[in-house]
T-cell receptor, first 113, second 115 residues
């Protein structure tokens, strides 16, 4: 079975401060990890993914994520948050040979001006 | 714009009715996935098709069915609708199948309201 945990329901951060959204995963075998963002009344937009290689992956809109195998984590980060980053963020995982993408419950990020 | 289109955008219907949601994947994508998003259940995987064949089933009710046509568009049929079926239904597409690590691209969703 594969699953994702996003422990915080909401993350509040002041504009200009670093933003971190936490994600831990459980999967058999090597994980493929993804981050998506959802703005109100919109579909999910792909931000970045980890497949293999460098543990730090860079994605769209200045976001990056760090894969930590020993802690089974894939936290999303942005050095300086913008008000426009306020949205719902989903972490997802799948393993090789598994069709399904398992999503976390999502984290609401609120960037305060 | 992800390139995935879904129609209709909104659907309001009554309990016991049947509806069909339509999805057109990105050009070149062979896999189509259906998801249900609700406040209490979060984002739930329903079913996947690859090049016309069903490849994976998730938490899909027996009242629900889907298919993928030769032109690769897909339809999700929901019947005997209940109040609890009210949700946002997303379609996503990707290039490959289970050996692919390509990301899925999501459509804008269909908001279903059952009254």
């Amino acid at each position: 079975a594969q699953s994702v945990a996003q422990p915080e329901d909401q993350v509040n951060v002041a504009e200009g401060n670093p933003l971190t959204v936490k994600c831990t995963y459980s999967v058999s075998g090597n994980p493929y990890l993804f981050w998506y963002v959802q703005y109100p009344n919109r579909g999910l937009q792909f931000l970045l993914k980890y497949i293999t290689g460098d543990n730090l992956v860079k994605g769209s809109y200045g976001f990056e994520a760090e894969f930590n195998k020993s802690q089974t984590s894939f936290h999303l980060k942005k050095p300086s948050a913008l008000v426009s980053d306020s949205a719902l963020y989903f972490c997802a995982v799948r393993s090789y040979g598994n069709n399904r993408l398992a999503f976390g419950k999502g984290n609401q990020v609120v960037v305060i001006p | 714009d992800s390139g995935v289109t879904q129609t209709p955008k909104h659907l309001i219907t009554a309990t016991g009715q049947r509806v069909t949601l339509r999805c057109s994947p990105r050009s070149g994508d062979l896999s189509v996935y259906w998801y249900q998003q609700s406040l209490d259940q979060g984002l739930q995987f329903l079913i996947q098709y690859y090049n016309g064949e069903e490849r994976a089933k998730g938490n899909i009710l027996e009242r629900f069915s889907a298919q993928q046509f030769p032109d690769l568009h897909s339809e999700l049929n929901l019947s005997s609708l209940e109040l609890g079926d009210s949700a946002l239904y997303f379609c996503a597409s990707s290039v490959g199948w289970e050996t692919s690590y390509n990301e899925q691209f999501f459509g804008p969703g269909t908001r279903l309201t059952v009254l």
